[in-house]
């Protein structure tokens, strides 16, 4: 079975970039699938950020769409997102999930909460 | 900007049947949207109940089922358990963007 383990920073200042990455373990990103990035904010719905192709091939959020860059790299079993000029508004644990084209695969990534401060 | 409407919140008695809807603000909601619901629990990961409408994932317990309704997606619990209570999101496929609706916080009581 698939897994899938976000990293990166916990913590992050205003104004900077936040950069995750997700581990893909038990399946390779080049099979053909979507890997997406998600979002929650603390005590509030999920918000679907954007997804890459193992192409390379991107969809963004439209309302993130301007600061969002993801990446995969397939010698690693990898996708990055990157989230510049971050707010506090942007504090929310961030999900990795694959996606076949009609559906969210499981499990997800357990998640991981990154803090944005002044 | 596409919006997902669900019901904020809705309560049941055990052993009762409810109904979540899932609307989207482009219109009615078809099979290619492509439903998907998840169940998630404080502290955990959304888990997958069904997908592409009313496909259930092998560990979705029989009393989960999902359709379109009224133009919407439906999520119907039947038999409700206590261990039911839990938020409850959609999620809508318009081709290659994806949008979640804001969530239900289904009460078990």
């Known amino acids: 079975q698939v897994q899938l383990q976000e990293s990166g920073p916990g913590l992050v200042k205003s104004s900077e970039t936040l950069s995750l990455t997700c581990s893909v373990f038990?399946?390779?990103?080049?099979?053909?699938?979507?890997w997406n990035w998600i979002r929650q904010h603390p005590g509030k719905g999920l918000e679907w950020i954007g997804h890459i192709y193992y192409s390379g091939r991107t969809s963004y959020n439209p309302s993130l769409k301007s600061r969002i860059t993801m990446s995969v790299d397939t010698s690693k079993n990898q996708i990055s997102l990157k989230l510049s000029s971050v707010t506090a508004a942007d504090t929310a644990v961030y999900y990795c999930a694959r996606d076949t084209g009609y559906q969210l695969t499981h499990p997800w990534g357990p998640g991981t909460l990154v803090t944005v401060s002044s | 900007q596409t919006v997902v409407t669900q019901e904020p919140s809705l309560t049941v008695s055990p052993g009762g049947t409810v109904t979540l809807t899932c609307a989207s603000s482009?219109?009615?909601?078809?099979?290619?949207?492509?439903p998907n619901w998840f169940q998630q629990r404080p502290g955990q990961a959304p888990r997958p109940l069904i997908y592409?409408?009313?496909n259930a994932h092998s560990w979705t317990p029989a009393r989960f089922s999902g359709s379109l309704l009224g133009g919407k997606a439906a999520l119907t619990l039947s038999d409700v358990q206590p261990e039911d209570e839990a938020d409850y999101y959609c999620?809508?496929?318009?081709?290659?963007?994806?949008?979640f609706g804001g969530g239900t916080k289904l009460t078990v009581l």
């Open positions: 038990g399946d390779s990103i080049r099979r053909g699938f979507y």
């Open positions: 592409s409408t009313y």
């Open positions: 482009t219109g009615a909601v078809a099979n290619i949207n492509y």
């Open positions: 999620l809508l496929y318009y081709g290659d963007a994806r949008v």
